[in-house]
Each structure stands twice: as structure tokens, then as C-alpha cells.
């Protein structure tokens, strides 16, 4: 199996980045708001790369503004797009994806829906909700609340991973998880996680983005052979979209996109001898 790779990068190493990952994914806010990262994305378009369009939630706590959204989908027309969503809110979540279907069905792009909830019960009922809409892909974030009570850890980093290979790994033996359908996983607590679906031959499971291979780099963290890291630097990506390149060592980025790549694939993805 192989598990697609996006790295979010800033804008000095994007085309960089490019040459190790197998799509470009974007926020919507920052697309709004920066002409550069604007333009990136549509020449990236114009390569045949392809895009995944998120609605900012995580950067923002909340979706981005609907008409903003519809008008940028419409512009840029990502492969696939998110579906706007309520973090962790089940019901809320079910009202936005009802709406989308309702106003919004013929955009171009295929639908990506969020499963949002606080609690297995309305995990599960969002995940049938996305399912049953006919979503194109369903996605889960690395960050619910529900990881904590399902795996219980001091370091907390150690219970968003394990929580979620636990929650998967659940509905997938619950018969829940609809194996003909595209699965993508949205953010990285830390990078061992990974190992664990490739381990268990998950191959539903299609797509995940993350910048901690990056932003680790950029702090000048090197990840560890076959782990990456057991902590992680909070810091968002979308604040060090404008980071000289310059300021960061391509040796050690390489090093952990190399790292990163081995322990969700077995296998490196890129040029890494060139650099």
C-alpha cells in the first residue's frame, strides 16, 4: 500500500517541497490573502499537480467565510475540496454538509467531508452521515479530544497518534469503515503514527497532509531515524509562510522528508541523493 504525501511549505520552498510529496494541499485563507501563495497554487494547476483545497478550519477555528470559499473552489478548481465543518460538533457538522448538498452540489471538484465529533457515538454517526451523503473522501483530524480518554498518555502528543490508529483501527474491525472508499488524515501529532496503518495493510486509507517535517527543519530539529519525534513544535505552518529559505538547511529538510516518507511508506519518495 502507499499513502499519498502533501507537505505544507513556505513559499521560498515550495517548488522544492514539490520534488518530495504527491500533491499540493492549500488554505483557503491564504489564498485570499497572499498573491504569492495565490499564484503558486494555480501554477501548480497548471503542472497537472494535484490540489486539495481545505477551508482553514484548523488555522482559523473556524471554516472560512462560504461565499469567499464557493468563489476560490470555483477559481482555482482543486481535485477535491472540504466540505466546511464544526471542529469536534457532530451536529453542527451534519447541518453544514446538509446546506453544501442543499446550495452548492454543482461546483467543480470532488467533496472531501470531515467527521467531527466529541464522543465514539457521534464519531460514528458523522462518519454514517459522510458516508451515506456520498462523499468522495472522509477525513479525520489528529487532534479530537476523544484520543485523550481513548488513549491516555503524558505526553499528549503520544495520545493524539495512538488515539487515532486506536479509533480507526475500531471502526475498521466494527465494520464501519467503508473499505471501496478514499480516506485522507489531516495533520500529524507525530510521525510513528503512520507506521502502524502502513503495518496493518490499511490501504483505504489514501492521502494525509502535514508540515512537521518542515516546520521541524525550519526550527532546526532533526528527526529520528525510523521514530521522527516523540514532541512537536505547535508553531502553524501558515505563520512562517513567508520564511526565508535561506534560514533553513536543505540537508536537514531533506533528512526529515526523507524520514518522514520511510516511516509512512517504507520507501522514500524523491531525488534524495540530488538534494
Not at 476523544?146 to 474491525?173: D, E, T
Request: hydrophobic content about 35%.
Amino acid at each position: 500500500m502507499k499513502i499519498n504525501i502533501a507537505h505544507e511549505a513556505p513559499i521560498g520552498l515550495f517548488n522544492f517541497v514539490q520534488d518530495y510529496t504527491d500533491y499540493d494541499y492549500a488554505l483557503v485563507h491564504l489564498l485570499d490573502s497572499n498573491n504569492e501563495y495565490r499564484d503558486m497554487f494555480f501554477n501548480a494547476k497548471e503542472q497537472g499537480r494535484e490540489i486539495y483545497l481545505d477551508n482553514s478550519i484548523f488555522e482559523l477555528g473556524e471554516a472560512y467565510d462560504l461565499d469567499k470559499y464557493v468563489f476560490w473552489i470555483n477559481e482555482l478548481q482543486p481535485d477535491y475540496y472540504i466540505i466546511p465543518d464544526t471542529l469536534e460538533d457532530y451536529y453542527k457538522t451534519h447541518r453544514q454538509v446538509e446546506e453544501w448538498y442543499e446550495k452548492y452540489i454543482s461546483i467543480p471538484g470532488k467533496k472531501i467531508g470531515v467527521v467531527q465529533g466529541k464522543t465514539l457515538e457521534t464519531v460514528y454517526a458523522c462518519y454514517e452521515h459522510m458516508r451515506n451523503r456520498g462523499v468522495d473522501m472522509i477525513a479525520f483530524s489528529f487532534d479530537y479530544s476523544l484520543y485523550l480518554n481513548l488513549f491516555p498518555h503524558p505526553n499528549k502528543f503520544v495520545s493524539y497518534a495512538m488515539g487515532r490508529v486506536l479509533l480507526l483501527s475500531r471502526m475498521f474491525q466494527d465494520g464501519v469503515i467503508d473499505t471501496t472508499k478514499k480516506h485522507h488524515l489531516l495533520g500529524c501529532a507525530l510521525p510513528i503514527e503512520f507506521r502502524y496503518y502502513r503495518e496493518a495493510g490499511f490501504d483505504w486509507i489514501y492521502s494525509l497532509d502535514t508540515s512537521n517535517p518542515i516546520v521541524h527543519a525550519i526550527h532546526g530539529i532533526k528527526y529520528e531515524e525510523n521514530l521522527g519525534l516523540m514532541s512537536k513544535e505547535t508553531r502553524k505552518l501558515e505563520s512562517l509562510v513567508e520564511f526565508p529559505k535561506e534560514n533553513i538547511s536543505k540537508d536537514l529538510l531533506i533528512e526529515n522528508l526523507y524520514t518522514f516518507s520511510k516511516i509512512v511508506n517504507g520507501r522514500p519518495l524523491g531525488n534524495y541523493s540530488n538534494g
